[in-house]
């Protein structure tokens, strides 16, 4: 059973006890508990992809976040632990629910993450904050309760970061602290804002009442426009390094998919070797682009076989492509792992610390690619033992090592 079956079964079993729970005992608030959960439903239904791994849905996980942290005169009871959970789940559910009829993309197993990351918040606020603490204006009370906002905040985000490792570890076979490391990352970076702006939503419906939720979701839908924007470019963007690497296809100086297959390879590497999401990127741009400079070479090899020209002639095509490359204004990194991609590792990255490890795994994955892929014909145990003999002076040791796990966990084209 996958974790993301465990994930979805986890959600729903807390979701579940936590709406008997409510029931039993009652629902208290019930204007905040409509307001909230339109904002969750709203939010979830919103959502929207920025990198390839992960919707991200801001309005829902700074609403939820918020309505964990209700404490003041305007709120009169602050809602219970199970009536959190049970609002939040009912509210994702309600907002998964209009994009699966339309057709949109949505993902069951990150809307549960978001539901057992709230509930670990919940339950950490409650034991943290004294029944006597809450918003009345005073700073003997705002600096404590600000402090357990900060430590809720944190318990969500750590326990997603924690799950979604867990998760990258089982799906792209990343080691796990470089995986958390990401996760983090992007816990400082995009999770940390929501979490603020849950704390800051809580303040103030805490202390003014709902009139204070549009005072912070206006700038919330605001940004969410910003980031949307952002992540339709940056679709617009991977489309056209695409289109650009077929271009070597069509002009027959690589075979059909070629690129996309050592791209894929790459990719499989990098993530064994747990490289960051930034340097993932900028390598699967290279792998995808690295047959570039062929097009200024006079005839094409036989069936896209790069490897069967000349030392010279590679590192010539090497050097055109990122000349091109680098004429985009925006693809530098990109550009440099290209021009070190055929360079042989004893005269290149062994004596040379400067050129990017990222150029030797574009160079084996385009070596193995070359042997197996589509009408080469070789096993991956005989391109393993080719690509073999030619470690320390052709490839680095440490991708080719990192090839032999991708290739040993089943890795296909």
């Known amino acids: 059973m996958g974790s993301g079956v465990v994930l979805s ?17 009652g629902v208290t608030g019930w204007p905040f508990v409509i307001v909230f959960g339109l904002l969750i439903a709203v939010g979830e239904m919103v959502q929207f992809r920025v990198d390839p791994s992960r919707n991200r849905a801001p309005i829902a996980t700074s ?7 209700l404490r003041g005169p305007a709120v009169g009871v602050p809602p219970e632990v199970a009536q959190i959970v049970a609002v939040t789940g009912l509210a994702t559910l309600a907002g998964i ?3 699966a009829i339309a057709g949109l993309p949505w993902d069951l197993v990150i809307s549960s993450r978001r ?4 509930a670990f918040a919940a339950v950490t606020f409650e034991l943290v904050t004294p029944d006597s603490l809450y918003w009345n204006g005073s700073w003997t009370h705002a600096v404590p309760l600000t402090g357990a906002m900060l ?20 799906r792209y076979n990343r080691p796990f602290p470089a995986a958390l490391r990401d996760e983090l990352a992007v816990m400082g970076r995009i999770g940390l804002a929501m979490g603020i702006s849950g704390m800051l939503l809580a303040a103030g419906t805490s202390l003014i009442g709902l ?7 206006v700038p919330l839908l605001l940004t969410q426009f910003a980031f949307r924007r952002f992540a339709s470019a940056q679709r617009t963007y991977r489309t056209t390094v695409r289109s650009m690497a077929r271009s070597t296809e069509i002009a027959g100086f690589s075979s059909p998919g070629q690129n996309a297959r050592t791209a ?3 990719v499989a590497i990098g993530n064994d070797l747990g490289l960051t999401p930034a340097r993932m990127e900028a390598l699967e741009y290279a792998a995808l682009l690295s047959g570039v400079g062929q097009l200024a070479l006079a005839d094409p090899s036989p069936g896209g076989a790069s490897l069967l020209r000349t030392r010279e002639e590679r590192q010539r095509a090497a050097e055109i492509g990122a000349s091109v490359i680098e004429r985009s204004g925006v693809l530098d990194h990109v550009a440099e792992i290209v021009r070190h991609s055929n360079d042989p590792y004893r005269h290149g990255r062994a004596s040379n610390a400067d050129i990017p490890l990222e150029s030797g795994i574009v160079n084996v994955a385009l070596a193995y690619e070359q042997l197996v892929g589509e009408g080469n014909g070789q096993s991956p145990a005989k391109a393993m033992e080719s690509i073999g003999l030619g470690i320390g002076a ?6 080719v090592e990192s090839l032999r796990r991708v290739i040993g966990r089943g890795f296909r084209f």
């Open 9 to 25: 079964v986890a959600g729903g079993a807390v979701g579940l006890v936590a709406l008997i729970i409510t029931a039993r005992q």
């Open 63 to 69: 609403a939820s976040l918020a309505y964990v942290m």
């Open 97 to 99: 629910f209009p994009r």
């Open 115 to 118: 539901v057992l990351s709230v």
């Open 151 to 170: 430590l809720a905040v944190l318990s969500a985000g750590l326990t997603d970061a924690l799950v979604g490792a867990g998760q990258d570890t089982e």
């Open 211 to 217: 009139w204070a939720v549009p005072l912070v979701v």
């Open 264 to 266: 894929t390879l790459a």
């Open 394 to 399: 052709e490839y680095d040791p440490v991708v």
